[in-house]
């Protein structure tokens, strides 16, 4: 079964620095989106992204934060100066065409922040 | 009042017994709803849709209430395998692209 993949598992940053965090959606989907999960917490949607444009954002995802789809197969997160506050798991996940598909989610990445 | 509410728990309930999660949520026009399992420090796994009629999987059974706004998820002959927090999720956003709402999940543990 195809698989939304994410690279690294764990980034381990320190804060101020940037960071990007990878996503290889599944090929034929064409909608992208970012979620956080801060330790103990719920997950959080960060934002959408469909036709290289970003769709919708939440409150959460300032102006810190950035998407892009730099070629056809990657898709990334970016954290221009990391807080400690940004330290949570990141997920990517990706739907096909159909709005009414369930997302499949990446298995995440660890952001840890000193 | 939270846009996707769940009983946290825990649920501790032994192997072959029968558990009921409820979720509600407060957006009346949210259009789609999910239940995920999730696993310690692992990604949200899809457990199944729930459809306006209810839907079954197993021993899995869905239920959605659009009057009352809530959803159910019935475990049957629960498994060890079960235990895990289990995620009520809505579509509550009506743009281009679709915006998951999660609740903060319900942990299940089944015991031996």
């Known amino acids: 079964e195809p698989e939304v993949t994410q690279t690294p598992s764990h980034q381990v940053t320190q804060m101020g620095q940037e960071v990007i965090l990878r996503c290889v959606p599944i090929?034929?989907?064409?909608?992208f989106y970012w979620y956080r999960q801060i330790l103990g917490q719920k997950v959080e949607f960060l934002v959408s992204?469909?036709?290289?444009?970003?769709?919708?954002k939440s409150e959460i995802f300032d102006d810190q934060f950035s998407v892009e789809r730099p070629d056809g197969s990657n898709f990334t997160l970016k954290i221009r100066s990391t807080k400690l506050e940004d330290s949570a798991m990141y997920f990517c996940?990706?739907?096909?065409?159909?709005?009414?598909?369930?997302?499949?989610f990446g298995d995440g990445t660890r952001l840890s922040i000193l | 009042r939270k846009e996707v509410e769940q009983d946290p728990g825990p649920f501790n309930v032994p192997e072959g017994a029968t558990v009921a999660f409820n979720c509600t949520y407060s957006?009346?026009?949210?259009?789609?709803f999910f239940w995920y399992r999730q696993d310690c420090r692992k990604e949200p796994k899809l457990l199944m849709s729930?459809?306006?009629s209810g839907n079954e999987d197993g021993r899995f059974t869905a239920q959605l209430n659009r009057a009352s706004q809530y959803i159910s998820l019935l475990i049957r002959d629960s498994k060890l395998s079960d235990s895990a927090t289990y995620l009520c999720?809505?579509?509550?956003?009506?743009?281009?692209?679709?915006?998951?709402?999660f609740g903060s999940g319900t942990q299940l543990t089944v015991l031996p």
């Open positions: 999720v809505v579509v509550s956003s009506s743009g281009s692209a679709r915006q998951l709402t």
């Open positions: 729930v459809y306006s």
């Open positions: 090929s034929n989907h064409l909608y």
């Open positions: 992204f469909y036709n290289n444009e970003i769709s919708e």
């Open positions: 996940a990706s739907t096909p065409t159909s709005r009414n598909q369930p997302q499949h």
């Open positions: 957006n009346s026009a949210s259009q789609s």
